[in-house]
């Protein structure tokens, strides 16, 4: 069976200061196998993958394993403030 994907409560804040910031935001969160929450594109055309935790959250032992086989950027982030210093834009 599988597992209900769960959003935490400031991932909703964070994709709209990304997206005021001026970056493309698809959440990912649904596709579970520890896949990061957000694929993001920053205004200057990078793209990375978003992780959201609440502040005092951790990575699953299923993320940290996906996150050290991905070979492109991820950002770990708990605020608006280090989403937005993870694109670039502050």
Known sequence: MRRI???DSNQQI????????GCTVQPLHQMGGGIPDLLVATPSGETLLVEVKSAKGSL?????QWISR??????VVRTVEEAL??????
């Not at 699953?60 to 940290?64: A, H, L, M």
């Not at 991905?70 to 950002?75: H, K």
């Open 70 to 75: 991905w070979r492109g950027r991820v950002a």
């Open 60 to 64: 699953t032992p299923e993320q940290e």
């Open 14 to 21: 964070i994709v709209q200061a990304l997206r005021d910031a």
């Open 85 to 90: 210093a993870a694109v670039g834009v502050n």
């Open 5 to 7: 994907a769960k959003t």
